[in-house]
């Protein structure tokens, strides 16, 4: 009776375990996972693309040219 | 009555065991399942990245040779003009003017030069964000957003900078040489040279490489409106 109810015990706390791990193995502790996103190789976001792109100065000659000017004058 | 009790407990405890899995794998993929498709999605960005890398190296190189060839070429082209134009102020009576008319024929050569190098500088630059700008779509799309208006405005950035560096190249061959028949036109001659000079360079940048800069904001915009 005694090993019977041993036994018994056994038994349950396998089946405890087998339905622990296949309920973590699907994930049904955490949110539904039907995908998870891509980990990022870099740091590259929206707001610091937007950043890069504001800080590209084309230019602006004008200053080159006008020091040309006081040389111009004495010709 | 207490046998029969355990027994059917167990047949209970044994058939949920066995048809829990095949429920569980209608509603939703295996953990493992999971992590081999993120890493899948991984390895092609981290594959897109590398191609994008190689071809923003391999353009970069391409476009400074090809303006190198171009300055080579120009030079050459104008060297029977200047030979002519040093020998011209070299005839110069007036001391000051010779050397005034010789540092202006240099920094205008400068110029150009140092001006055609920072719009070739823009146009990586404006390039490498645009890589930026595709690798973070390439992400969007293994997220499952619909990128096709942003592959469109990259494909149109990627062609406006094309286009402007063409029109560097067009630029760097470009000379720019006083002509004078006498000691009184010089300041008019140098004077004509710079101006043609201003509108070029001002041409340049207000016009193609104002529409590549533009081309790659839009690019950004349709990105940013992927709310990724």
Do not use: C
């Not at chain 2, 009555?1 to 058939?15: S, Y």
């Not at chain 2, 140098?190 to 201003?198: C, I």
């Amino acid at each position: 009776m005694n090993t019977s109810k041993t036994w018994l015990w056994i038994l349950i706390a396998v089946v405890v375990l087998t339905l622990f791990w296949i309920t973590w193995q699907y994930g049904f502790f955490s949110r539904p996972i039907t995908k998870e996103e891509p980990s990022l190789l870099d740091n590259d976001t929206t707001t610091a693309i937007e950043k890069d792109l504001n800080a590209v100065d084309v230019g602006n000659p004008d200053q080159d040219l006008k020091n040309l000017d006081s040389d111009l004058n004495q010709l | 009555m207490n046998k029969k009790f355990k027994d059917i407990l167990i047949m209970a405890v044994i058939g949920v065991v066995l048809a829990f899995p095949a429920l569980a794998q209608t509603n939703a993929p295996l953990r493992q399942d999971v992590r081999t498709q993120a890493k899948t999605e991984s390895e092609a960005i981290k594959a897109k990245k590398t191609e994008l890398n190689a071809q923003l190296k391999a353009t970069q190189e391409a476009a400074k040779k090809r303006i190198e060839a171009a300055r080579e070429e120009a030079k050459k082209a104008v060297e029977a003009r200047r030979t002519e134009l040093k020998d011209k102020i070299s005839k110069l009576r007036d001391e000051k003017k010779k050397q005034i008319a010789t540092r202006l024929d240099e920094q205008m050569a400068r110029l150009n030069v140092q001006w055609t190098d920072h719009f070739s500088n823009v146009l990586n630059r404006l390039s490498e964000i645009l890589g930026k700008i595709e690798l973070r779509a390439t992400k969007a799309e293994t997220s499952g957003k619909d990128v096709t208006a942003v592959k469109t405005a990259i494909q149109n950035a990627k062609a406006a900078i094309e286009t402007a560096r063409t029109s560097v190249e067009t630029q760097a061959k470009k000379t720019y040489v006083a002509t004078f028949s006498s000691e009184t036109g010089l300041g008019a001659a140098f004077k004509a040279v710079k101006e043609q000079l201003k509108k070029d360079l001002f041409g340049l940048r207000d016009g193609a490489m104002k529409s590549s800069r533009d081309a790659v904001q839009s690019a950004l915009q349709a990105l940013k409106s992927l709310n990724f």
